[in-house]
């Protein structure tokens, strides 16, 4: 258990349907994180917010769409998704993203593994 | 671009034996470095870190890494393992701007 916690765990959606990724914190961080996982590759970065302002997009296709509410909170809304975008979301938290210091350490909640039909 | 190599994908061994796992990045400023460790149906979970100080790190479970700038690298060790280290294992490196970029991941498989 790091203190990041992200719902559902496993989800299976038609590539018309429109659902929600949840994942909270509870480690006084503020700065969160989403990540793919996609098998035989590296995670990809997806969005960085800090204090709850999106600081980086690494172009992702406006099929996603992130969401951060406060420090503790982070979604990422998906409409209209495509068969490739199956594979393990990653949810992470860090403190406040310093270079070159510890506070950036960044950890990672549990993932939601998502199906797209 | 700044990137990250692990170089096998994946690596077979039996318990007690040695491990060492290989971790090259291509960036030429100031790094911080990471292992983590997916254990099966796990989430990630960080191993060890480097910022600064001693280039030899220690991490849980008996696993150290060390950091050899002029090499670039920054090779995970342990010198005894267990079936339960079997997992997939990801080296991370973090650029002066504060973005991390992790490798490809290495599966580690002990067998009994």
């Known amino acids: 258990e790091t203190g990041v916690t992200q719902t559902p765990r496993h989800l299976v959606m038609g590539m018309t349907n429109k659902k929600s990724l949840k994942c909270e914190q509870h480690?006084?961080?503020?700065?969160m994180y989403w990540y793919k996982q996609s098998a035989k590759k590296p995670l990809e970065l997806m969005f960085v917010?800090?204090?709850?302002?999106?600081?980086e997009n690494n172009s992702v296709p406006s099929r996603f769409s992130p969401e951060c509410p406060n420090s503790s909170h982070l979604f990422l809304h998906l409409h209209t998704l495509q068969p490739e975008d199956s594979a393990l979301y990653l949810c992470a938290s860090s403190q406040a993203n310093t270079p070159g210091t510890e506070e950036g350490t960044q950890y990672f909640g549990p993932g939601t593994r998502l199906l797209v039909l | 671009a700044q990137s990250v190599s692990q170089h096998n994908h994946h690596v077979i061994l039996s318990e007690a034996a040695s491990l060492e796992l290989g971790c090259n990045y291509s960036y030429g400023g100031t790094v911080n470095l990471f292992w983590y460790v997916q254990y099966p149906g796990q989430h990630l979970q960080l191993l060890l870190k480097?910022?600064?100080?001693?280039?030899l790190v220690k991490g849980i479970k008996g696993f150290e890494a060390e950091f050899i700038k002029s090499k670039f690298s920054f090779n995970l060790r342990k010198p005894s393992v267990q079936w339960s280290d079997t997992a997939e294992y990801f080296c991370?490196?973090?650029?002066?701007?504060?973005?991390?970029?992790f490798g490809a991941g290495t599966q580690v498989v002990v067998t009994p």
């Open positions: 480097y910022f600064s100080g001693d280039p």
């Open positions: 991370a490196v973090k650029n002066s701007w504060g973005k991390l970029q």
């Open positions: 917010y800090n204090f709850k302002e999106q600081t």
């Open positions: 480690l006084g961080h503020n700065a």
